[in-house]
């Protein structure tokens, strides 16, 4: 058998199940909750690989289950770790269906969990970093960062769209349809958890609670539509304690509303011991789509929903909220970069998402492979990259200045004109947080309509997440209402560019620059290779020379500001 071309992973876990009918439902289709064990259970697998010792499922983010696998297919599923933080650690999983018969192969869904290790005592483990060795581990390892800081915000971005939300509930409304009280799909169930449930700590697999958890979504939504319901999407969520065999897990569903083509159950959770009045924890709660197919495979029209007052009103409003979340996610953070439109409009909404698409892009230019050196010119070297229909360009040289300097000037795009000539002005429109800005850029380079150009662009800035890590500033085209078009311009647009910057020891740092060229943009690079590597280098040693002569100005203002 020939050696793969790169060392296996170490935390790499392939597990491949016959479906078979005691995991399929009514239709024949393999069970979600079962798929969910599945899964659980060999993205823990790979986690216990790393840690070396017992770890437990922590968190899931959103995963969209593209396709049902029928009794008789095989299911592929392949987990490996992608990054270890302190305690921490993110494990994605590959799932595919294989159909032994025609040979077919097809994916089923993307997922990234994350654990934590545990001693044999119950405390935290502390762990060792994981080193990538392949361009799509590098990759992985460094958007890594980013998905975390986007799940630590995860609660943030809805309770700041219900703030600006109304707090009046608008009723849907649909011709001929009479609303179904929500009451009608409560459910409530409680399982006895015992050993064959849990892991050899005695902690139930957090896949067995989704499965759980699953199955009395699963009827909740049945009852609004009285058909049999399709799982299509699970929302990110969190588990909040663990609990251990002997415990009644109780678990509740009810829907909370209902769309035109698909409906949000809300699920959750509790523990509690042999006494039910001593205490009850809370153990999980999560957020499931359904849909219902007709005989084609097309979502129907489903019941409108008439939610209870209060609490109903409540939980009504937050699943409209979360829809319009979980569709700018998908957008913006599923999709491949090559889907991503130039400019995305920008809202309170989806800033969040835009700015981890804005950081990811680049991160992902920068861990590719076969750059090729096109120009050498003193200290400054040139790289290109081809692949499908982009071009894209790395300019790095090394500059006396600490690297956490060179960020703070590098990343305010007011100063831009002050090394680069094609900067005309730089307005800053949106200081978004402390992390994202958005700009007003004019340019002095003229459009084939001979008009100055101009730009909206997010300025995404991050510090090092850990060690070997760079300090990174993306840049990207947006939308912004307040910032249309004029006559007076022609528009702009930039998909993926910017620095990063790499402490070589405490004076010296590593400043690259990044810019993915569009498709418009190609043909004038193809003839004109020798003149623009010119003046990029030649930008690029003025970029020096500026970072040299503020450097010292920096740190006073950066001493004051202490």
């Excluded at 990538?132 to 630590?152: D, F, N, V, Y």
Aim: overall charge neutral; aromatic content about 8%; hydrophobic content about 35%.
């Amino acid at each position: 058998m020939a050696s793969p071309s790169h060392p296996r992973n170490p935390t790499e876990v392939q597990m491949s199940q016959l479906v078979l009918p005691c995991h399929t439902n009514h239709r024949g289709e393999l069970s979600i909750g079962q798929l969910l064990k599945w899964i659980d259970t060999a993205a823990c697998l790979s986690a216990e690989r790393h840690a070396g010792c017992p770890c437990v499922t922590a968190s899931m983010d959103d995963i969209y289950f593209e396709h049902t696998i029928s009794v008789g297919q095989v299911v592929n599923i392949k987990a490996k770790v992608n990054r270890a933080f302190n305690s921490s650690m993110e494990v994605g999983i590959q799932v595919s269906y294989e159909d032994l018969c025609s040979g077919k192969h097809c994916s089923i869904c993307k997922a990234y969990a994350t654990f934590v290790a545990h001693s044999s005592s119950g405390n935290k483990v502390a762990l060792k970093p994981l080193i990538p060795q392949t361009e799509e581990e590098k990759i992985e390892h460094s958007i890594a960062a980013e998905r975390r800081r986007m799940r630590l915000v995860h609660k943030d971005t809805l309770k700041d769209l219900l703030t600006r939300s109304p707090h009046e509930t608008e009723l849907e409304t649909r011709d001929g349809s009479v609303a179904v009280p929500a009451e009608k799909t409560r459910v409530e169930s409680v399982e006895l958890v015992l050993p064959p449930h849990a892991n050899h700590q005695g902690n139930t697999f957090g896949g067995q609670i989704m499965a759980w958890m699953e199955n009395v979504a699963t009827i909740a939504a049945s009852r609004l539509c009285h058909a049999y319901p399709t799982l299509r999407a699970i929302e990110m969520f969190h588990f909040r304690g663990p609990s251990q065999v002997g415990d009644r897990l109780v678990l509740k569903a009810i829907v909370n509303n209902a769309f035109k083509n698909s409906m949000e159950v809300g699920v959750c959770a509790e523990a509690y011991g042999q006494e039910m009045s001593i205490s009850c924890r809370h153990i999980n709660s999560a957020f499931m789509t359904f849909v219902v197919l007709d005989q084609e495979g097309r979502p129907r029209t489903l019941p409108m929903l008439a939610p209870e007052r209060g609490d109903g009103e409540r939980r009504y409003r937050e699943a409209s909220a979360r829809k319009k979340i979980r569709l700018d996610r998908k957008y913006v953070v599923s999709c491949k970069q090559t889907e991503v439109p130039l400019s995305v409009p920008w809202d309170q909404s989806n800033k969040v998402y835009l700015s981890y698409n804005n950081v990811s892009a680049l991160k992902m230019l920068v861990a590719k492979a076969n750059w090729a050196l096109a120009r050498e010119k003193e200290k400054v070297q040139m790289y290109t990259l081809e692949e499908d229909k982009f071009l894209s360009f790395r300019i790095e040289m090394s500059v006396r200045i600490a690297a956490s300097q060179a960020f703070s000037l590098l990343s305010d795009l007011r100063r831009r004109h002050e090394w680069d000539s094609h900067y005309l002005s730089a307005e800053l429109v949106q200081q978004v947080d402390d992390d994202d800005m958005i700009y007003h850029v004019v340019s002095q380079t003229l459009s084939s309509e001979n008009k100055l150009q101009d730009f909206v662009i997010l300025a995404s800035r991050r510090k090092p997440c850990g060690k070997g890590d760079p300090y990174v500033v993306a840049f990207r085209s947006v939308t912004l209402p307040t910032h249309p078009a004029t006559a007076n311009f022609t528009r702009g647009e930039t998909i993926c560019s910017g620095f990063c910057i790499w402490p070589e020891s405490e004076e010296m740092s590593k400043v690259a620059y990044y810019n993915q060229a569009t498709p418009g943009y190609l043909n004038y690079v193809t003839t004109n290779v020798a003149g623009l590597s010119s003046d990029f280098c030649a930008t690029f040693e003025a970029c020096e020379k500026f970072l040299l002569k503020n450097k010292e100005d920096d740190l006073i203002v950066r001493l004051q500001s202490l």
